[in-house]
């Protein structure tokens, strides 16, 4: 499985569509379709069905849908955004920033 520069909980900045310019937080990332589910962008009207067993209702809800990975940039808090690099440090990669070499940490 290819490692990718983006992981969950990142702080990325929407480079294309609507959303665009937005900085938001990683929900969830897809690594075999290449895709990440950001918060509050790409919001899409869902329908929602009433479960059985729950008093939930149905009806319709603002849910977010995954957009491309190469859509988002890491963002780094010296430059803005980052160009990701990888360094190698003992028996882990840790992602830095290409532009000003700053450690990107990976927030749990
Ligand atoms: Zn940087």
Known sequence: MPSLSIHR?????????????????VLRVFPDKGTVLVEHVRMIKKTVSSKTGKRTKGGIADQESPINISNVA???????????????????????????????????
């Open 74 to 108: 890491l963002v780094c808090a010296t430059c803005g955004t980052a160009r990701v690099g990888f360094k190698k440090e003992g028996t882990s990669r840790l992602r830095v920033c290409k532009r000003c070499g700053s450690e990107l940490p990976t927030k749990k």
């Open 9 to 25: 909980n990142d702080t990325v900045k929407v480079l294309t569509g609507a959303d665009r310019g937005k900085t938001q937080r």
